[in-house]
């Protein structure tokens, strides 16, 4: 024990933050402890309902804890019957940031990683061929990470949308090869869109 | 809203976190949903518990959910008659990690700064006379940080404490001046301690 059971477990708890190490940590404590009860209450409560409350759209996979998030419940977004297909919910918003993209979203978690078990099933493909199946949808855009790992997905995934009637197009200038999606501005993403590339 | 409601609230709430900018905000938000929700709940329950139980020793200021700290709880710690004043408790624990100093603490949870209103009442002076006009304390070492509110508040509490039977002495060598006690390392800290001076 450094100070006492409960300020010590509180900054245990915060090390567990990605990028918290045990000085920032022990900082958050005292801070939130000197000037911020409030702030921290309010913290807590909102772990306590996005950990047991946020799943995961049934539609689209991203975060919600509804049924089906805003965008995929929206008659506009469906309309203009394209799926953009991205790794991280983190790139649905930096996408949404840029404005110039109508349709919707399809999450799929991760990347095609077989050595870390992540196969087809764990990124819902079965979820979006379906979709991909029926009359609503006439385009499909793969707008995964430009790595080795995303080219490969954005590929498997291609050739499961051939046997369907979509086009199919991969995001292609701008985003700077072996970066990470959600980083680039809305400026280059709107490039990227405008000069895709059928595969 | 940019996520669901939820989710957009964890993340205002992460960005409460002091060095926490609303990028890793994002991130946090997403890595605790991903793959740490047993660790978001545990932080939300160590927040809830520390927010609401942890208060303050009532001999020595610094946090605790006790009516005593550990240390001023500790018998031993008595024994020799010396207060170490500090500023915050994390200089406590700065101090304690070096394992040189078997005295108790005095915490002021600040330094004297009249233009935000803190004074001599908000650094629980009254309460620490109280204890240099008891027989059990013979010396007085003030470990406030060397900057110049750290030094006024020295000479503040020195004023107080020669009129009662203490001595009194000011750490000296190793803490570099305009540098924060926390970040000293623990020999240099040692140094301090053998070379303080008599004030
Ligand atoms: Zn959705
Ligand atoms: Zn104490």
Known sequence: MKFSPLVDELIHALKGLPGVGPKS????????LERERKGG?????????????????????????EHQCAICASPKRNLAGQICVVETPADVLAIESGGHFNGRYFVLLGHLSPL???????????????????????????ATNP?????????????????????????AHGVPVGGEL?????????????????L
């Open 116 to 142: 870390d078990g992540v196969g087809p099933d764990e990124l819902g493909l079965t979820l979006l061929e379906q979709q991909l199946a029926s009359d609503d949808i006439n385009e499909l855009i793969l």
């Open 41 to 65: 209450l309010a913290l807590a409560d909102a772990l306590q309902q996005a950990m047991s409350d946020v799943g995961h759209c049934h539609t689209c996979r991203t975060f919600t804890e």
């Open 182 to 198: 959600e980083y680039v501005d809305s400026t280059t993403l709107a490039l990227s869109f405008n000069g895709r590339l059928p």
């Open 25 to 32: 940590a022990q900082r958050m404590a005292f801070q939130l």
């Open 147 to 171: 790595t080795v790992e995303g080219d490969a997905t954005a590929n498997y995934i291609a050739d499961i949308a051939r046997q369907h009637e979509v086009k199919i197009s991969r995001i």
